[in-house]
């Protein structure tokens, strides 16, 4: 499990640690082990020439640090700052080091056009989203062929991961101490991160983390595995109340992922059309209302339609949603949520669909747009937990997974192939099936978003990808994620 910390919460434990070290040292070995990435990745792609965009706090420092180091392993090593004092030494300090500071006024364009290698220390998790004026034309002239090395995080980029932001750095990669924070692993910021490196630096965080991401060792650990012991009923009925007659597919998705993520049995409630199709392409399926130890309400489901069977249909889901049982809820039936719910709920709307949500659950606060949620995804998901007690599971390129009180998971398993019609209906039905099997919403939202977005890439790797073959992938992936 990856687990990334607030700016606040390293702070303190670094205030900690420093106190029983000399001082400078932590400054000193964040420094060392940036230098090391960035000479490892020199010599893989071939390049000498460092410029170093060096900001006024202390990772403007840990950059020039290293590139002292960098420097003195012989790569050729500019840094240009803007109209501001070091956070640590003097110009003159870095030029006896090997590295000439630049001002604004210098010509710090033609060996930026030339750098091999950018290490981005404009700002670290002291900034504020967006980027001081002079670093704009900076990051603006950064040639695209250079390999761009962001310290502690991407600058510009907020470092809470809360809100998106036009502009600021997109690294190749990231390097970071001791370990994550949530701008590094939160929808709003992750696409500018890059790949990410933690250095350790002696450290350790403890207590509950602000974000966790689950990776494949946790398949096994939480995956609910069949014992000689069980039976079908025990193993977890999964009740799909889904589809109608305009939306026919969505049910046959949902549920061949369900029986696929290996259920003892699913019920299906729909009207005649998609009965009649689920029946064909999952014949294991039993057709009706019954005793279930979960639900699945609202893939392809039409909360308005007249159609026969769909009053039958809707008076399923009512009933599923003022159970005691554990309840997913996705698109339609995000339309039947009506405020708070005591038992597991797991909320599955994608952006649109939450943003419609918090209107209609919060008028006095407004209308939310679809932007405002992709703008600050994680206070838009905080508020539609806090406002009916589920967990709220966001989707995206990362999806988030937000319960209402403590540690949020983010998960970023799928490729970008997944963005197709009909996925989110195959979500629905692996989540389900682990809601059905015991898990809490939110181990099971994401749990189940892990093994989508895996299957999603194991369909068909590095190609596109249908809901169905994404569906159809489901069993091989828990397979092998449980026997890697
Ligand atoms: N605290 C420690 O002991 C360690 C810190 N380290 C480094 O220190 C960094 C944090 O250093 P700082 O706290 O100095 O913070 P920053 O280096 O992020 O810079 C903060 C400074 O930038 C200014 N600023 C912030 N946002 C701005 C914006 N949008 N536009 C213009 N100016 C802005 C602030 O007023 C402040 O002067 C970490 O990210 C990491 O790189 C590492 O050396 C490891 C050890
Ligand atoms: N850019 C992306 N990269 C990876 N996965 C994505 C991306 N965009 C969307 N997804 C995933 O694709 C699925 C789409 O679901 P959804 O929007 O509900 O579609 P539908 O309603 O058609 O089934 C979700 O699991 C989502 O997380
Ligand atoms: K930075």
């Known amino acids: 499990m990856l687990r990334a910390w ?24 964040a420094a060392q082990g940036l230098a090391e990435v960035c000479s490892a990745r020199l010599h893989q792609r071939g390049g000498t020439r460092v410029v170093v965009l060096a900001g006024p706090g202390n990772n403007g420092a840990d950059a020039l640090y290293a590139a002292a180091h960098l420097a003195d392993e012989g790569f050729a090593c500019v840094a240009v700052q803007g109209d501001w004092p070091l ?26 056009s030339e750098a091999d290698l950018v290490l981005d ?69 992750e696409s500018a991160v890059g790949r990410l490196t933690v250095v350790d630096i002696g450290l350790e965080l403890e ?3 602000d974000v966790e991401r689950l990776d494949f060792a946790d398949v096994a650990d939480l995956w609910p595995v069949p014992h000689a012991s069980d039976d079908k009923y025990s193993r ?39 009965t009649g199709l689920v029946r064909a392409a999952v014949p294991e399926v039993v057709i009706g209302d019954g005793r279930v130890q979960a639900w699945v309400v609202g893939p392809g489901l039409d909360t308005t339609s007249r159609a026969r069977g769909s009053k039958a249909q809707l008076d399923v889901a009512r009933a599923a949603l003022a159970s005691d049982l554990p309840v997913l809820v996705d698109a339609g039936g995000l339309d039947l949520v009506k405020g708070r719910r005591e038992a597991p709920t797991l909320l599955t709307p994608h952006a649109g669909e939450l943003a419609r949500l918090l209107s209609r659950l919060d008028p ?90 895996v299957a999603a890439d194991r369909a068909n790797p590095g190609g596109p990808v ?10 091989g992936t828990v397979a092998h994620l449980l026997t890697r």
Do not use: N
């Open 6 to 29: 607030s700016a606040d919460r390293v702070r303190s434990a670094e205030r900690d640690l420093m106190a029983g070290l000399e001082e400078g040292e932590l400054m000193a070995r």
């Open 121 to 189: 220390g404009v700002l670290g998790i002291g900034g504020r989203p967006g980027l001081p004026a002079e670093a704009v034309a900076w990051v603006d002239a950064v040639p695209p062929d250079a390999y761009v090395v962001a310290v502690d995080l991407p600058s510009g980029q907020d470092p809470a991961g809360e809100q998106a932001q036009d502009g600021g750095v997109y690294a190749d990669e990231t390097v970071t101490f001791a370990v994550a924070k949530p701008v590094h692993v939160l929808p709003a910021t």
């Open 87 to 112: 956070a640590v030494g003097e110009p003159a300090a870095w030029l006896a080091a090997g590295v000439p500071v630049l001002s604004g006024d210098d010509d710090w364009a033609t060996p930026l």
């Open 466 to 475: 249908r809901a169905l073959a994404l569906a159809h992938a489901v069993p």
């Open 364 to 453: 006095d606060a407004g209308e939310t747009t679809r932007e405002q949620v992709t703008g600050a995804p994680l206070a838009h998901a905080r508020r539609a937990a806090s406002l009916t007690g589920a967990t709220v599971l966001l989707k995206g390129a990362t999806t988030l997974v937000v319960p209402p009180e403590g540690t949020v998971r983010s998960q970023a398993d799928a490729p970008a192939w997944t963005a197709t019609a009909g996925a989110g209906d195959v979500l629905a039905g692996v989540c389900g099936a682990l809601l059905a099997a015991g898990l809490s919403p939110l181990d099971a939202g994401s749990l189940g978003a892990l093994v989508h977005g």
């Open 207 to 209: 207590g509950p983390a």
């Open 236 to 274: 977890g009925v999964l009740g799909v109340v889904a589809g109608g007659e305009d939306y026919t597919g969505a049910p046959v998705l949902c549920c061949t992922a369900a029986v696929g993520a290996g259920l003892g049995m699913l019920r299906y409630v729909g009207t005649p059309a998609p």
